[in-house]
């Protein structure tokens, strides 16, 4: 059973619009979430985080939604840029219980020039 | 030097043989993992280490065999492997217990058995 959730495997966007990736999760005790993303033949390098008692964080171009009676986050990109194609994956945690993500499939972006 | 290192970065492997994976993490980490990424799956979690124990095994097979000298280097002991056991194996390092589960990940072992 899949706890996290990557509905959608891809998504194209041109360039200088918004990029809108989303994760849904069943395990109500997950409260801390992540995103990672991952260019070919690299690692996952984290991107952007939030813990439960927030709605949003903001990091530049990049910001997190968490809507938790939906048990959904988002993270929008704006502008969308062309190094940003890659595959993105959430993750959620509960935090300090030994610290064990749990990953989405991802999803890959591609960002049309 | 970059925070987590795997080496090597590509591995080919026959059912017979017996090889290892390398990682080791320069951020002072108490926590290092191991991780398989097959084509279209999550990430999926292997094992576990804290403070050099084992603390998860996540119902891997035998013919995978994890090794943990120290708190900075992890190994991955491959032995009569199965052509789909082929994916990336990614190497992670984390705070560890109490903090908040952000990993930071080597660049993976590609692996290939034929």
């Known amino acids: 059973d899949q706890q996290v959730k990557q509905n959608s495997p891809s998504l194209s966007v041109q360039e200088g619009r918004i990029s809108i990736l989303n994760c849904d999760y069943t395990n109500s005790m997950f409260d801390y979430f992540l995103w990672y993303k991952k260019y070919p033949a690299e690692g996952p390098t984290f991107l952007i985080s939030i813990s439960s008692i927030k709605d949003k964080n903001e990091d530049g171009r990049f910001t997190v939604f968490l809507n938790k009676s939906a048990k959904h986050l988002s993270l929008h990109i704006v502008p969308s840029q062309p190094g940003d194609s890659a595959v993105y994956f959430c993750?959620?945690?509960?935090?300090?219980?030994?610290?064990?993500?749990?990953f989405g499939k991802g999803i890959t972006l591609s960002v049309r020039p | 030097e970059t925070g987590v290192t795997q080496t090597p970065r590509h591995l080919v492997m026959g059912m017979t043989n017996k090889k290892s994976l390398k990682c080791e993490q320069h951020l002072g980490h108490n926590a290092m993992y191991w991780y398989k990424q097959s084509a279209k799956k999550p990430l999926e979690l292997m094992f576990v280490?804290?403070?050099?124990?084992?603390?998860e095994n996540n119902s891997v097979p035998s013919r995978f065999s994890p090794e943990c000298p120290n708190s900075s280097h992890l190994f991955l002991h491959l032995h009569t492997l199965q052509p789909e056991d082929s994916a990336l194996y990614l190497c992670?390092?984390?705070?560890?217990?109490?903090?908040?589960?952000?990993?930071?990940f080597g660049e993976g072992s590609r692996l290939t058995v034929l």
């Open positions: 993750a959620a945690s509960v935090a300090g219980a030994n610290s064990k993500l749990t």
């Open positions: 992670a390092s984390s705070q560890g217990q109490g903090g908040t589960g952000e990993l930071f």
């Open positions: 280490y804290n403070f050099k124990e084992q603390t």
